[in-house]
Every structure is written in C-alpha cells, then in structure tokens.
C-alpha cells in the first residue's frame, strides 16, 4: 500500500493535472466502489463539476468540487486506492498514471477498470475552467490497445460524446479501493478519523513525545504506525526512520527519553521528505502519476533488506515481525 510520500507524490502530480478540469460524464462499471450511492446518481452529481484542488490526508486523495450538491452538500470526492488502486489520466495521445501498475495499463480501458471521468474538451470548458491544468509527459505512440479495449473505447466515445477531452481511469486488481462523494463535515470526519500529519506544524516534539510517553507496553513500530496516532507511516517509513534514529523498532514507544526521542522526531521528517524528494519508494508494484517508479528505493538502509549486511556498520540485518509486519533492524547500529 502506498504511504504518507507515495500519496504525496500523486496528490501534487494531480493538482497540475485535472485542477479545473470539468467532468462531463462518468462511467461506473464497478458500483461497490461508489457505494452507498447508485452508479447512476453518482454519475448525476458528478456531471458539469469542477476539480477545484486535489488534497490529501494520511493516504486518502479529496478531490475538492466546484459546487456542493443543494441537496446532501456533496463537494468533495474521496478517494483511497487501498492495496492495488490506480489513478490514470489520458490526454489525447500521452498518459499519466499513480497508484499501482497493472498488467495491461496502457490498454485502456481494461479489465481493471471499474470508473471512468470524462472531461469536457478544453476548447467547450475554456468558460469553465481556468486552463486545462496537467504537465503530462508520457507519449503513446507505441500504445496497441486490444480489440476489446478499442471497442470500448469507442462505446463509451459514442455514449458520452467525447472526443477530445481527458479521460480519468479508476482501475483497482483487487476492487479493496473506494471513491465516495463527501459533504464538507462528512470529510472533515474522515479527516478526524487519523492522527498527526508528521510533515504539518502540528507535528511538534511536545506532542510526539506526549503520544509516546502514554502507549505504556506499546511497541515503537505498532505506535508509529498506528493511523489514529499519526498519520500516514507504514511499514516502510517506519522500520527506516527507527534505523535513522538508531532506536529498535520493538522497543516501548514510552521508554525513549530525551536525545532518542528529539533524534526519532527529527528523522521521521527527514526520512519522509527525501522520500517525496525522490518521488517515493518503488517496490513491487508503486509507480508515480507520470509513470515513474520512485527513486528513493536506493536511499533504503533496512526495509526490504532482512539478511544482508547493514550499509553502515556491516553487521547482518535481522527480520522480526512487528504489528503483524515484517520488520529489518540492525542490532548493532540500533539501541
């Protein structure tokens, strides 16, 4: 699953490419995923919106909308890709994508796909929307696409009337991912629902060492990773900023004091921001919203790397599990 950098990276990537795009038609082929709501009335409220900004809380993706519905106050769309979700976005013959890599991304739609956006033709939305937005990179001209994608395709061009204009794809392997049309106080709960942004002002040493100090028995790496307490830390930045402190990720969050708990503060910061320098961690299936895998995969000092000598001080890395997740240290670098 993506994390805090990897969201990150997608959220700023779709701000440049579909902020004051205006959707002309939607397609749900997948109505669990837009659920509570019928595919027809989530179509219906989504037609002739605005994409005012893209945001991001812990690892969920809020679409701000141009207008609320006058009926539930709907104007935001939330979106989580989960395990295996997949944003891609299609401009005449280049293509952007974030989220996941699927077999067959580049045949669009696939059998992955599950919603379709079509926005309107930016010569029509010129009176709409302040520019098309996006910063689209990768060309096509090698695409194939499959006799059933193309005929797809075609059907939906012949059902909306689009021919010009961007195509938004929601593909999902495993359908774990969701979009959902929110109310502002419906998305504030959502964003209620998790703890501390570590790259926000509110991420303060006081309150780090607060939070740390009242999870008595709880392990260090259950603690970080613990979404109601901060938000957006998995697996990876958690087992690589405990190395960066050279604390263990198993020990009680509550027994670090002072310098330990200033120097964890300090790298759970640094470890996220050279990761969204680096556009994220390319493992296993992550790849950004321009198609490229992230880069900070060199930069991993111990996740993923149970086994193998420590890049440091050469000792053997020893794999534990913790939280239910496997976990790399080194036990001589980390205290």
Not at 20 to 29: C, F, G, L
Not at 228 to 254: K, M, Q, T
Request: hydrophobic letters at 35%; charged letters at 25%; a positive charge.
């Amino acid at each position: 699953m993506p994390e805090l950098p990897e969201v990150e990276t997608l959220r700023r990537e779709l701000d440049r490419a579909v902020k004051n795009k205006v959707i002309k038609s939607v397609e749900v082929r997948w109505p669990k995923l837009v659920k509570p709501l019928s595919e027809k009335s989530f179509s219906n409220k989504l037609i002739g919106q605005k994409i005012m900004d893209a945001d991001r809380r812990a690892k969920i993706l809020l679409l701000k909308l141009s207008k609320c519905d006058k009926k539930t106050k709907d104007c935001f769309l939330a979106i989580h890709l989960k395990m295996t979700g997949q944003l891609v976005l299609r401009h005449h013959k280049q293509i952007i994508f974030g989220g996941h890599t699927i077999v067959g991304v580049r045949d669009l739609p696939n059998k992955y796909t599950h919603v379709i956006f079509y926005f309107t033709p930016l010569e029509n939305a010129s009176r709409l929307a302040a520019g098309s937005g996006g910063s689209i990179r990768v060309p096509l001209e090698t695409q194939s696409l499959t006799g059933r994608a193309r005929r797809s395709m075609s059907r939906a061009s012949s059902l909306t009337g689009v021919t010009n204009g961007d195509t938004l794809y929601f593909n999902d392997l495993r359908q774990f991912g969701y979009l959902k049309l929110v109310t502002s106080e419906q998305a504030q709960k959502i964003l209620d629902e998790y703890g501390l942004e570590p790259l926000s002002r509110d991420f303060t040493l006081e309150k780090f060492a607060e939070i740390l100090k009242k999870r008595k028995s709880g392990k260090l790496k259950s603690v970080l990773m613990d979404q109601s307490l901060f938000a957006g830390i998995g697996n990876i930045y958690a087992d690589e900023s405990c190395f960066l402190a050279r604390v263990r990720p198993g020990r009680r969050a509550a027994s670090l004091k002072g310098k330990e708990l200033r120097t964890l503060w300090r790298s759970i910061k640094s470890v996220l921001k050279l990761s969204i320098k680096h556009r994220g961690t390319s493992f296993n299936t992550y790849v950004d919203s321009q198609g490229q895998a992230g880069n900070f995969v060199k930069y991993l000092k111990v996740y993923g790397r149970g086994n193998k000598p420590c890049k440091v001080c050469g000792t053997i890395l020893k794999k534990t599990v913790l939280a239910g997740r496997g976990t790399v240290f080194c036990p001589t670098c980390q205290k």
